[in-house]
């Protein structure tokens, strides 16, 4: 089993639909992010938790809210999808040092229509 | 406000051709530097880290960054790269969060 699952792999999504992006971890970190990556323009950081209580917005926030469930669940929801939110969704967890950067999920791909 | 900008968009090289991909870092405080490789259809993969120490690293498939304080740089180098190397390289730099450069594509060509 992959240290960071994420789930769905690919979904197409209609203008103004809510959708939910799930990922999961058995690496035992506290900390989990979530990022979109669009072409030429590489990662942006949407949310960061460093533990349950703790959630954070990152660059890109807007359009987006996430949901700590538990230690290994971290949600990113799309209240109303909108089609410049079409990008490749990756999960990352680290450790609180980094000492190994970061381990990141096999992405989820959304098109919204 | 921090940022990590990487020079080159798309890089095309000949098999045994030399590489240096340039990665500046703009960040307040001890900063972390990381070279994540991302091969086609799938996720990043961590080619090399600094934290400190020798600012010369080492990493995975002979792959190697140097660390110039005083020029905010982190420039990635592999003496003789193969077709293999194909990919798209993302240097990050890690305060508080980890932000990424927009990439840098690189075709090898046999």
């Known amino acids: 089993d992959a240290d960071v699952t994420q789930t769905p792999r690919n979904r197409i999504t209609k203008t103004g639909k809510r959708i939910m992006l799930e990922c999961s971890q058995t690496?035992?970190?506290?900390?989990m992010y979530w990022y979109r990556q669009d072409p030429g323009l590489g990662l942006r950081l949407i949310y960061y938790?460093?533990?349950?209580?703790?959630?954070n917005k990152g660059e890109i926030s807007d359009g987006y809210s996430v949901s700590r469930q538990a230690q290994a669940k971290f949600s990113l929801s799309l209240e109303s999808a909108i089609p410049n939110q079409t990008a490749l969704y990756f999960c990352?967890?680290?450790?609180?040092?980094?000492?190994?950067?970061?381990?990141f999920g096999s992405g989820t791909r959304l098109t919204v229509v | 406000a921090q940022s990590v900008s990487q020079h080159n968009h798309h890089v095309i090289l000949s098999e045994a051709a030399s590489l240096e991909l340039g990665c500046n870092y703009s960040?307040?405080?001890?900063?972390?530097l990381f070279w994540y490789v991302q091969y086609p259809g799938q996720h990043l993969q961590l080619l090399l880290k600094?934290?400190?120490?020798?600012?010369l690293v080492k990493g995975i498939k002979g792959f190697e960054a140097e660390f110039i304080k005083s020029k905010f740089s982190f420039n990635l180098r592999k003496p003789s790269v193969q077709w293999s190397d194909t990919a798209e390289y993302f240097c990050?730099?890690?305060?508080?969060?980890?932000?990424f450069g927009a990439g840098t594509r690189l075709t090898v060509k046999p």
């Open positions: 990352a967890t680290s450790d609180e040092d980094r000492g190994n950067g970061y381990t």
């Open positions: 690496k035992g970190h506290d900390r």
């Open positions: 938790s460093f533990d349950v209580k703790d959630i």
């Open positions: 960040y307040g405080g001890t900063v972390n």
């Open positions: 600094y934290f400190s120490g020798d600012p």
């Open positions: 990050a730099a890690a305060g508080l969060d980890m932000r």
